[in-house]
């Protein structure tokens, strides 16, 4: 393993992408199933060309802009199955420091303070973006408009 696999592993770890899922969900609405929204939130936020998106989203930016340029949306199935476990590692770290909740109908709930110290200031700033985007739709039209069949 050479120095890059190591810096690597440093930025993809999950105590520094958790606090990325954490903002997510202080800015977002409780849903039913909204914990499914986790699988997505870093294969788009880690994803360069939905960076320069993100980073330009206001209040009128939609899922309908989002998935305006496919170029955005390339491998995003495979990038949702590559970050399976360590979104499952991040939504773990965040239970353990109560800085989630999970509801009956598998909702989830920003109760604690967000332990941004790991994370990038500029990432945590687009998830809450990508919350606003999400804000009025269900989980299942979400998936569904992204292309994403099943998880």
Excluded: W
């Excluded at 965040?94 to 990038?120: P, Q, R, W, Y």
């Amino acid at each position: 393993m050479g120095a890059t696999d190591h810096i690597f592993t440093l930025h993809r770890t999950p105590f520094a992408l958790a606090p990325l899922l954490h903002a997510f969900y202080d800015e977002a609405e409780e849903k039913e199933k909204g914990i499914l929204l986790s699988y997505l939130i870093l294969p788009l936020l880690l994803y360069p060309p939905m960076q320069k998106f993100l980073k330009g989203a206001n209040k009128r930016s939609t899922l309908r802009t989002l998935c305006n340029d496919h170029r955005r949306l390339i491998g995003l199935d495979a990038r949702v199955q590559d970050f399976r476990s360590l979104t499952n590692a991040a939504l773990l770290i965040l239970l353990a420091e109560k800085g989630v909740e999970v509801g009956e109908d598998m909702s989830l709930t920003s109760i604690g303070k967000i332990c941004s110290g790991n994370a990038h200031a500029d990432l945590l700033k687009m998830s809450k973006k990508l919350a606003a985007i999400f804000a009025d739709i269900e989980v299942v039209s979400i998936y569904r408009t992204l292309g994403l069949k099943s998880l």
